[in-house]
């Protein structure tokens, strides 16, 4: 039993009778023996290998997506994994939207920071170069989730930036210099139990991606409003005043970020001063009865 590259294998087709079922071969050997092998869950996919000139299967084992060639003793079935597939599925799938929709929103208020600190004469082309690249990339999965086949029922959202004429009159802002194309994401989706294998699979990655953007879109904002507490006031301030749920859902996870972010620094400072106090308590308490006795 050999694994193969995918681009190895022709006329690939999917036969929903094996997708998702978990299943091992029999391996015989050459010397007569022979040995019961698991191939992990069935995909459903299988084509014919250009290499070895036979029919091969694709599946997910060990955490990655192969195909097996030579399945020479057949397959056997141990248990249908639709539902628990689904449901890891689902549940990737869920994370990676809901980090995608944060991610979407910290870059609207990325973007208010960043033209309103380039009007005020700050060089911003680092910050201008991260919100574009998260840009990217949330676009990026977005399409790849969409695309992939594997989901249905899909609830998506319209991306709306602050009008650009109200920035302008009101904070100076020129929003659209930074996110020059509409955004819309994918809010809810549901995965087709038939296709649940390949969709743990690539909904895995593409959330552990999202997980590290997600992370980049809070730090920069938390960055962004220290650069100058002023304009942060006044972002704020503009957002209360015009922006809309999702404007303030945004600044309201900033203001959590940097309180959160003080609560830390100041327990450490007071945790330290507490051990100090107590270590220094403790060695005159010592020297005091040093001196009793």
Do not use: H
């Not at 910050?127 to 989730?145: D, F, G, H, S, W």
């Not at 900033?254 to 051990?275: C, E, H, P, S, T």
């Amino acid at each position: 039993m050999e694994t193969i590259q995918a681009n190895e294998v022709k006329n690939v087709k999917f036969d929903s009778n094996i997708a998702n079922k978990k299943c091992y071969t029999v391996v015989n050997y050459s010397d007569g023996g022979e040995k019961k092998e698991s191939i992990g869950v069935l995909t459903g996919r299988y084509g014919d290998d250009s290499v070895y000139n036979g029919q091969v299967f694709e599946s997910l084992y060990n955490g990655a997506i192969v195909w097996f060639a030579n399945i020479t003793g057949g397959l056997y079935v141990v248990a249908d994994k639709t539902e628990e597939m689904r449901n890891k599925a689902q549940n990737y799938l869920d994370e990676l939207l809901k980090n995608d929709n944060n991610i979407a929103t910290d870059l609207l208020i990325a973007s208010l920071f960043v033209e309103k600190l380039e009007a005020k004469g700050y060089v911003v082309t680092y910050y201008r170069m991260q919100i574009t690249a998260l840009y990217e990339r949330l676009t990026a999965r977005n399409k790849k989730v969409v695309d992939s086949g594997y989901i249905q029922d899909i609830q998506t959202e319209n991306i709306q930036q602050i009008d650009n004429s109200l920035s302008n009159s009101i904070s100076g802002c020129r929003i659209g210099l930074v996110l020059t194309t509409g955004l819309i994401i994918s809010i809810t989706a549901v995965v087709i139990g038939v296709m649940a294998s390949m969709a743990w699979y690539i909904f895995y990655n593409l959330d552990m991606e999202s997980r590290s953007d997600v992370s980049k879109s809070k730090e920069l904002n938390k960055i962004l409003a220290k650069v100058d507490p002023e304009t942060k006031e006044q972002i704020f301030q503009f957002v209360n005043e015009y922006g809309d749920k999702r404007y303030k859902d945004g600044v309201r996870r900033i203001k959590m970020d940097l309180l959160w972010n003080n609560v830390k620094k100041y327990g450490l400072i007071a945790g330290g001063v507490a051990l100090f106090l107590y270590v220094n308590n403790k060695g005159l308490l010592k020297n005091n009865k040093t001196k009793t006795k």
